[in-house]
């Protein structure tokens, strides 16, 4: 890291707000240059996004930074914080012009400038707690997993149909086809079997390719091998275990149901199940407003499938549907509504709201307890709180956001950091 600069580096989102951040940034600028002689800023593109600009400004030296924007603009530098590992060394302060500002309403940060420049003045700080999540993108991997397979070339097939033990193996170009039948049905290739050592060898005419069927004190080991040597295939089966592996050298082939663990950091308020899924469908609207989350909260339960799933925290589990989990450091989210109205910025855990599978009527019927901080006294609804939360799709899909960003699918587990970061308030 540089020197420490302690003048004021602003990083901007000029898409907050569809655009009104960029024509307000505009508008203020010579005001923040004659408050602030020596400030700096620089503005995320497309190619540069907030998070790659905070870590930049971090490692660069700046130790005050200012995010101009909504929560998400505020959630991509937090992480490009931790990346350049700033926190304890960062003070932040957030200036609300994006459309979603639901942080800043637990903060009780000022709109209007004037107040800001006076809030930024005085540097009265918190120590604000952060976020972890990591969480397995099945569906993310396994599509990669895919893309493997079809970059390697290769199509592997394992078939046992009605105990014929045929097992083919092709190349996508088909030059590669090599078919492994029992010797009643087809007499393409000797089959030997030497006595007393189970080993039978199948061979084609030109030798060119060599395959082995072995079979010792039942562990049922088969190799299937090209001359080449770039494609081995192994079956095993050990006490009725069965174990299958495929490698080839074009490409690293990954089990599609072993999941690559992503991590990210949030201050605010995550989501899952019908929070998380409400959002994506909301950011394919052509309407953008900071009313159309909750409307939309309401359009979609119809269509909305409780996944089951199995939480933890602290020691306590819990099993069944949900209709939604929430996670919350900040109290607001979705547009002003209060699912985790336990939540303190800077308490040592992790404000916990779920809600069991609940009937549309009866979330229609209660949802302005949504609003008014009083969701726990819905039935069916846990508030708690908890250092650790490990939750787990049992079945159904268990999607997640954080800040109001979108991050996947897959299992979850939550904590919080044991650094802080510094806030203006």
Excluded: C
């Amino acid at each position: 890291m540089d020197a420490p600069s302690t003048s004021w580096h602003f990083l901007l989102n000029p898409a907050a707000g569809r655009g009104k951040a960029k024509r307000r940034w505009q508008k203020i600028l010579p005001r923040l240059q004659a408050t602030l002689p020596g400030m700096s800023w620089a503005e995320s593109t497309t190619e540069t996004g907030l998070a790659a600009l905070a870590e930049a400004a971090v490692r660069a030296g700046h130790t005050h930074l200012v995010g101009i924007g909504g929560d998400g603009t505020h959630h991509d530098i937090l992480n490009g914080i931790v990346a350049a590992n700033g926190l304890g060394q960062v003070t932040y302060a957030p200036l609300p012009l994006g459309s979603g500002n639901d942080w800043v309403r637990t903060l009780r940060t000022p709109r209007r400038l004037e107040n800001w420049l006076t809030m930024l003045e005085q540097e009265k700080t918190i120590e604000h707690a952060v976020g972890q999540l990591s969480f397995s993108d099945q569906y993310q991997d396994l599509e990669a997993s895919r893309s493997d397979l079809r970059a390697s070339g290769l199509k592997r097939t394992l078939e046992d149909p009605s105990g014929s033990n045929k097992r083919t193996l092709e190349d996508t170009s088909g030059s590669n086809k090599r078919t492994l039948e029992d010797p009643s049905e087809s007499n393409k290739r000797t089959l030997e079997d030497p006595s007393e050592s189970n080993k039978r060898t199948l061979e084609g005419t030109s030798g060119s390719n060599k395959r082995t069927l072995e079979n010792t004190s039942g562990s049922n080991k088969r190799t299937l091998e090209g001359t080449s040597g770039s494609n081995k295939r192994t079956l095993e089966g050990t006490s009725g275990s069965n174990k299958r592996t495929l490698e080839g050298t074009s490409a690293s082939l990954r089990d599609a149901s072993r999941s690559a663990s992503q991590v990210r950091y949030f201050l605010n308020v995550a989501g899952m199940a019908y929070d998380a899924e409400v959002l994506r469908r909301a950011e394919k609207s052509p309407i953008k407003h900071r009313l159309i989350y909750p409307v939309l909260t309401l359009l979609f339960l119809r269509d909305f499938v409780a996944p089951t799933v199995r939480i933890t925290y602290d020691g306590q589990l819990w099993e069944g549907p949900v209709h939604t989990i929430n996670l919350g450091i900040g109290r607001y989210s979705g547009g002003g509504m209060r699912l985790v109205p336990q939540a303190e910025p800077t308490a040592r855990t992790l404000a916990l709201t779920f809600a069991q599978r609940l009937s549309a009527w009866r979330i229609i019927a209660e949802s302005w307890r949504f609003y008014a901080g009083s969701i726990g006294q819905v039935k069916g609804v846990t508030l708690t709180s908890a250092t650790s939360v490990h939750i787990t799709p049992l079945s159904g899909r268990l999607e997640l956001e954080a800040d109001g960003e979108w991050l996947g699918d897959g299992q979850v587990k939550a904590r919080l950091l044991d650094e802080k970061l510094r806030v203006v308030i």
